[in-house]
């Protein structure tokens, strides 16, 4: 695994800035939390180089461990990468979602620029990666055909409707909303596999889709921030997401390409820098008459800049790690690590920035994530049984 020094420093500032206390009040989480910002929002302090020595060591010790995740725990040992690849995809997906809402509700809320910061957000994804390319000892370039970039538009496309519809979302409504509403993907998925690509889903599967769906409702039933455009774009995110799972499946099964990729970081920097190519004229029109005033309260509000660029190099970072993690792990690992994530996410966020975590609106958010657990592993445990 090479890691720039960048991405590492990214990452070790806010592990090491942060302090979370869970008994802490939600004003002394957000004081101690690596952000200064103006009007009230804060910003990433880019600057900061604690424990960037650690996690360099961390990392260089990870590399050196046999892989295997599932194997390694079943022989006794522990599997010292895949424990700094939970924790680095679980840290870069907390911190994403806070430095993008920041970066959202300091440009204006409801009223900002939603399309304008997830397409910034992808090119600022697309830097690093051509950066990784430039760079001495960094990675190796991929070694791709023009047929092989035309296969990997579709899964672009995708990835950039999915990234800009829950910006979008998030930016109308409350992070821990978005997220609830997100976590019925699956749904979406089963839908979309069945009628666009004739794919077969089991009946435990399809039974377990009315629990995901009762849980979003409930939890949506005191939202106390709720829109139905955040409830719209959260939707339409899931379905691109849903297309996005089934392309990239399509896209992998291309004789040779894994291996004129070279890696998984040159597959995610691909798509990445076609993401922000299609979410250009998407911007032009949602927002692209409002550019001017985007540009000077850009220039004036720090807490809009540093959120930015670090909610960029948050989701680039947080999602190819969490494919490193993902391809070293068994299916119910997977969806015992997905599903916790999106409890951490839902949780830590609203403690930090103050969101709603009403009874009813827990209730249903539990009961959906278990709908969805329960959807990933149904089929296994029924086969379990069988046999």
Partial sequence: MKVSLLLVTVFATAASAFGLNGAAKTSSLVKSAPFVGAKGFPSVDLNTKQSVSTSLNA?????????GGEAAASKGGLDVGLGVYFFLWYLGNYYYNITN?????????????????????LFVGSLYGIFLWLAPDARSKPKITKEDIVKMLPVAFCFMGAHSASVFAMGMGAVSFAQIVKAAEPAFAAVIATIVYKKKISTAKWACLP???????????????????????????NMFAAFKGNENKKLMETDGLKDRLGSIGNQFAITSIFA??????????????????????FKSTPAIWHNVVASGLWFYGYNEVATMTLKKTSAVTQ??????????????????????????????????????????????????KDA
Avoid: H
């Fill in 211 to 237: 629990i995901i769906i009762g849980g979003v409702v409930l939890a949506s039933v005191k939202e106390l921030d709720f829109a139905w455009s955040a409830l719209i774009s959260a939707c339409i995110a």
């Fill in 335 to 384: 969806s015992v690590a997905n599903t916790a994530k999106r409890v951490i996410v839902i949780v830590g966020v609203a403690l930090v920035l103050g969101e709603s975590l009403a009874p009813v609106k827990m209730i249903g958010c539990s009961i959906g994530i278990g709908g969805v657990f329960l959807y990933s592993v149904i089929d296994n445990l029924l086969k379990k």
């Fill in 59 to 67: 990392l260089a010790t990870a590399e050196d461990v046999p892989r």
């Fill in 276 to 297: 922000f190519l299609f979410s250009i004229p998407v911007v032009a029109m949602k927002e692209g008459s409002r550019f001017g005033e985007f540009v000077e309260i």
């Fill in 101 to 121: 809402k920041l970066a959202l509700t300091a440009a204006g809320g409801k009223t900002g620029f939603p399309m304008t910061i997830s397409s910034i957000q």
